[in-house]
């Protein structure tokens, strides 16, 4: 029991710090590449429309990992503040039944999960960033699925 809510209070108040600094790891990414091109000069329009160059590439996988960190204290701030007594999960232990308001508490986050996933995975596709929109995609709807799985005191 300790351990789990431990990692989870742990990333929730230490991950918001790691997605800004990795944030401003990606910006100095994107700023020591200027001077690179950022789109293929070889093939069609098509085929350097979705095969970024190099230094593109390298923006977008650092800027996936900011992503996940950024997920990762989401996640553990939904669980975090649901487990005081919204989920009855063993491994968090037992505070006790909290007040009704807390029953839409579940749903209320899976669907802010899901549009997280799906606003930050379309800026992403804008933004031609292909690694990032796919970790979006891959990671925040499947923590949407866990949070809805676990069990609550109202259902």
Known sequence: MGFAILFFGLAFMAGWAMALIWLGYAVSVLWRGRGQP?????GGAFERLLLPAPAYLRFDRVLAVGALLADLWLVSGVVVLGSDGIFTEDWLGYPGMMDPSGQEYQAEAVG???AAAWW?????????????????????????L??????????
């Open 38 to 42: 950022w789109v293929r000069a070889d």
């Open 112 to 114: 802010m999960l899901r």
């Open 120 to 144: 930050s995975a379309a800026a992403a596709i804008l933004g031609r960033c292909w690694t990032t929109a796919a970790a979006q995609l891959a990671v925040l709807p499947l923590s949407a």
């Open 146 to 155: 866990w949070i809805a799985s676990l069990d609550t005191y109202y259902g």
